[in-house]
Every structure is written in structure tokens, then in C-alpha cells.
Nanobody, 120 residues
Framework: LEVVESGGGLVQPGSSLRLSCKVSGATVDFVGITWFRQAPGKERETISCINTAEGSVTYLDSVQGRFITSRDVAKNTAYLQMNSLSLADTATYTC??????????????WGKGTLVTVSS
């Protein structure tokens, strides 16, 4: 089981960015996909998780209403659509595969992370 993120970059405040998480070794709707982020000097946060089967999603309060997690079974890829980005969203974002609600170390696969920098 492997996951690979892509789509990070440098954007201005208020912009949008979409991260992708390509899954291999399993089908994306049979694994939970959790997005974590970690800003420099801060603790890692769980951003969202899209569950298996029914695809229900949970979000961190601070991104609720701005970030949208989805998946495309045909492309075996999950996405994190990030809107209205602010300086506080600057972090390395990592896609993981595993049961929603599990901790970072409880995941079954981790991507290498992609850096999102929000700066004016």
C-alpha cells in the first residue's frame, strides 16, 4: 500500500489549492484517507479523514467550510481542496491511508508530504 501526494506550492492569502493523494496497492474507497499537516515548530494536526465505503468526511474545526476532501475511484485518488487559504495554513501536508480516527503512527501508509506556503 502506497500513497503519494502532489499539488503543494506557494500561493497568496485567499487563494485556493488542490492536493492530490494517489493510492496504489488498494482501492481508494476501501482505505480511509487522512490528511495531516504540520507547520514549523508546531504539532501535527489531523485535517480531515474520508472514510471507507460511504465516504463520510470529518474535518478539523479550523478548516471546516474551507477545505473539502473527496475521492475519485476511477483515478484511485483522494483530494484535499483548500479554499480561502491564510498564512496559518502554511504547513507540510501529508496524505496517509488507514482507519479514520487513528493516530499518525496507526496509519498503514504515509506519503512524503507536500509543502504549502501561503504568503503575500
Amino acid at each position: 500500500l502506497e500513497v503519494v501526494e502532489s499539488g503543494g506550492g506557494l500561493v497568496q492569502p485567499g487563494s485556493s489549492l488542490r492536493l492530490s493523494c494517489k493510492v496504489s496497492g488498494a482501492t481508494v474507497d476501501f482505505v480511509g484517507i487522512t490528511w495531516f499537516r504540520q507547520a514549523p515548530g508546531k504539532e501535527r494536526e489531523t485535517i480531515s479523514c474520508i472514510n471507507t465505503a460511504e465516504g463520510s468526511v470529518t474535518y478539523l474545526d479550523s478548516v471546516q467550510g474551507r477545505f473539502i476532501t473527496s475521492r475519485d475511484v476511477a483515478k484511485n485518488t483522494a483530494y484535499l481542496q483548500m479554499n480561502s487559504l491564510s498564512l496559518a495554513d502554511t504547513a507540510t501536508y501529508t496524505c496517509t491511508a488507514g482507519a479514520c480516527g487513528d493516530s499518525w503512527w496507526g496509519m498503514d501508509a504515509w506519503g512524503k508530504g507536500t509543502l504549502v506556503t501561503v504568503s503575500s
